[in-house]
Nanobody, 124 residues
Framework: QVQLVESGGGLVQPGGSLRLSCTTS????????IGWVRQAPGKEREGVSCSTFSSDGKTYYLDSVKGRFTISRDNAKNMVYLQMNTLNPEDPAVYYC????????????????WGQGTQVTVSS
């Protein structure tokens, strides 16, 4: 049974940092591309970052988070992370991790599996 479980969300002040974790199970992580997708109230889902399957080894970022967010993965531990620095008022949303087998990180509609999401709030 494929599962993705996000954790690490919370309330942070503007300029602060959070590290989101995605615990995966039920599949071989190295064969999957993993993305972080966010959705704010009243807005469309937005792909924030993506890490392709291991033999491809590419990472992608939304322009507005480049230089602030870093995606990483530990296939041996079945974990994917999103380090978020310098959070600003445009970042609050529910953040989801999602998986696509041998995916190319081309769109949020391509993901096969989704977690339940974790809330990120940025407020002083």
């Amino acid at each position: 049974q494929v599962q993705l479980v996000e954790s690490g969300g919370g309330l942070v002040q503007p300029g602060g940092s959070l590290r989101l974790s995605c615990t995966t199970s039920g599949f071989t992580l190295s064969h999957y591309s993993i993305g972080w997708v966010r959705q704010a109230p009243g807005k469309e889902r937005e792909g924030v970052s993506c890490s392709t399957f291991s033999s491809d080894g590419k990472t992608y970022y939304l322009d507005s988070v480049k230089g602030r967010f870093t995606i990483s993965r530990d296939n041996a531990k079945n974990m994917v992370y999103l380090q978020m620095n310098t959070l600003n008022p445009e970042d609050p949303a529910v953040y989801y991790c999602a998986a696509e087998i041998l995916g190319r990180c081309q769109g949020v509609e391509d993901y096969d599996y989704w977690g339940q999401g974790t809330q990120v709030t940025v407020s002083s």
